[in-house]
């Protein structure tokens, strides 16, 4: 955090500097405009390109954003010296009592994600989260280091429903590790299934139920839990090109987070359900509807899904135009996904 505050005392440094010198303060942000973001071969990411944006109170039609940029970086401020933390939501609301205008929450959030670019940080360092959680569980012992709890250490199997990731977990310290990989699991059917089936235990893992779309505190846990311990991360998530595209997510970011490093997992594994499993394991499906169709054709335009392994995939998903969902392996036993199914895909 002594990084992320330090380049937000330079930033209202170089502002007041601006003003001292008689200057009309003016501050230069990486542009985060489609043109701007480029697909990274080598990174296997979203990755922003060299444009910048000038905002500069010299124009008065700059003025009005260029005040929501600076009061955003002070309010992160803030947050990082009082050992305080607030949500996006909050946010939107807190700029009324300081007078600071947005015309909706998109505008604040947008304005938010500018200042990452900016400071080369994430929101999450500024102390700023979303309201959705995803859920851990697993051998991990963490110590949380907010105030008030910087004596409390938590082991992550402590409840059967798994521990919430919120701000204070994404940033406690590892204590200790008896796991060797991550599982990220879509469904909250199957996260629970696999805790009552001591899939951590079989498999030595930490699992996170991603609740969907993985949220970014859940991307960034993982991302620390592989940089840190160096623990694999593997992405089990239904079979469908919404399925595919979570993982997608996990591997290589998106394009509303290109800015952002510490979201992207490159060699995460996607090990289903893949579209050849639901033939290989005889699987229950469905047709793929009109919604699911459209996901499928923009997936194969968008320059993440070239490699082989997933053109071949994508092409099977259009050739059979099946989808199959998790809890789909259940028509085998409920014991069949640890006893069968993940065991030949953690090999």
């Avoid at 028509?331 to 996904?337: D, E, K, Q």
Wanted: aromatic share 10%.
């Amino acid at each position: 955090m002594k990084d992320v505050l330090h380049k937000l005392t330079l930033l209202g440094e170089a502002i007041c500097v601006q003003l001292e010198n008689g200057c009309l303060p003016f501050i230069e942000i990486p542009s985060r405009t489609t043109s701007n973001i480029v697909y990274d071969e080598m990174r296997g990411r979203f990755v922003l390109s060299g444009a910048r944006i000038k905002r500069t109170t010299s124009n008065v039609k700059h003025l009005r954003v260029f005040t929501q940029t600076v009061w955003m970086a002070y309010m992160a401020k803030r947050l990082i010296e009082e050992g305080k933390s607030t949500t996006l939501r909050d946010l939107y609301y807190m700029a009324e009592s300081y007078g600071v205008k947005f015309k909706d929450q998109q505008e604040s959030d947008s304005i938010i994600a500018d200042v990452e670019a900016l400071l080369g940080v994430s929101r999450e360092q500024l102390r700023i989260f979303p309201e959705e959680r995803a859920t851990i569980y697993g051998d991990l012992t963490i110590r949380y280091n907010v105030h008030g709890y910087e004596r409390t250490i938590l082991n992550l199997t402590a409840s059967p429903d798994g521990v919430a990731i919120g701000p204070a977990l994404a940033a406690a310290d590892f204590q200790d590790c008896g796991a060797e990989k991550v599982i990220m699991v879509e469904s909250g059917g199957m996260f629970t299934r696999l805790i009552e089936e001591k899939a951590h235990e079989k498999f030595k893992a930490v699992l996170i139920h991603t609740a969907g779309q993985a949220p970014r505190l859940a991307r960034h846990f993982a991302y620390r839990l592989k940089r840190e311990l160096g623990l694999p991360v593997y992405i089990f998530t239904d079979g469908d090109p919404w399925g595919a595209h979570i993982a997608m997510v996990i591997i290589s970011g998106s394009a509303n987070a290109a800015h952002v490093d510490s979201l992207v997992i490159p060699d995460a594994k996607w090990i289903g359900i893949l579209p050849t499993d639901i033939e290989d394991y005889r699987l229950p499906f469905e047709k793929f509807n009109e919604k699911d169709w459209k996901r499928l054709h923009d997936l194969m335009a968008d320059p993440r899904y070239q490699s082989p392994f997933w053109r071949n995939q994508l092409k099977k998903f259009e050739e059979e135009g099946k989808k199959s969902e998790q809890q789909a392996l259940s028509i085998y036993g409920l014991s069949y996904v640890t006893e069968k199914y993940l065991p030949e895909k953690l090999i």
